[in-house]
């Protein structure tokens, strides 16, 4: 209850160093609380829960990070 999903998705991420710090960091430096972790086995996504209230500023921190 009151946790919400958000998938980072990516082709490129099972080459890419860093990627999961980059998502980490970026949260954090918003002041975002992770409470849980989940990467799939293709090395495509990983899924990260943050309190439900953080959803949109999960969102905006993590595009931040990634989109230009």
């Known amino acids: 209850h009151g946790l ?3 998938a980072v ?3 490129a991420m099972v080459k890419a160093k860093g990627t999961a710090a980059r998502v980490f960091d970026s949260l954090a430096q918003a ?3 992770i409470r849980m ?3 799939g086995s293709s090395e495509l996504n990983i899924i990260i829960g943050v309190d ?3 959803y949109e ?3 905006r921190a993590i595009y931040g990070e990634f989109v230009h």
């Open 37 to 39: 972790i989940d990467q």
């Open 57 to 59: 500023a999960a969102i």
């Open 4 to 6: 919400a999903l958000v």
């Open 31 to 33: 002041g975002i609380n």
């Open 9 to 11: 998705v990516g082709r």
């Open 52 to 54: 439900e209230k953080d």
